[in-house]
């Protein structure tokens, strides 16, 4: 929900409601990706990485970033396999990552028809969701038009 009855005490339109939530998701959106980029800045999640993720484990982040599948992915001489879901009997994937807020990689299968990211992206689970298991867009710019799958923080008044 993002704020349908008032901004600034002024009853704002459905249409003009909607348009601002997608210049806001998608201005984050761009500033994340652009961020994730420069992994001179990543040396405290790399730390983290290698005393906190551990294979089999279970993360729960809040972050629509890819900072935590960057820090996995990106130890040494290793092939990670992230699991978006939680598991069962954790004998599958080597990370379980629990994203609640969604993430700037994933994206609803029916909004990248046509494109040639389609081809690319993998499965979450049985939803009509899918996610980009990659951390450029070099060779998919077009997805940055595609609003991603986040959820903006709201705040209820009553």
Aim: net charge positive; glycine share 6%.
């Amino acid at each position: 929900m993002f704020n349908k009855e008032f901004i600034e005490s002024k009853v704002w339109s459905a249409a003009r409601l909607q348009g601002v939530k997608q210049k806001t998701l998608g201005i984050v959106t761009r500033y994340l990706w652009n961020a994730i980029q420069d992994t001179t800045k990543l040396h405290h999640l790399y730390d983290f990485s290698k005393r906190l993720l551990k294979r089999r484990n279970v993360i729960i982040t809040f972050n629509w970033d890819l900072t935590v599948e960057r820090a996995w992915n990106d130890r040494a001489g290793e092939t990670l396999q992230i699991e978006y879901s939680f598991p069962g009997d954790r004998k599958g994937k080597d990370l379980y990552l629990l994203k609640p807020h969604g993430s700037i990689d994933w994206f609803r299968k029916k909004d990248l028809e046509g494109l040639p990211a389609a081809k690319e992206v993998e499965s979450l689970g049985h939803s009509p969701l899918c996610y980009y298991p990659y951390f450029r867009l070099k060779k998919n710019p077009d997805l940055i038009k595609v609003l991603p799958v986040i959820v903006p923080p709201i705040c209820l008044f009553r």
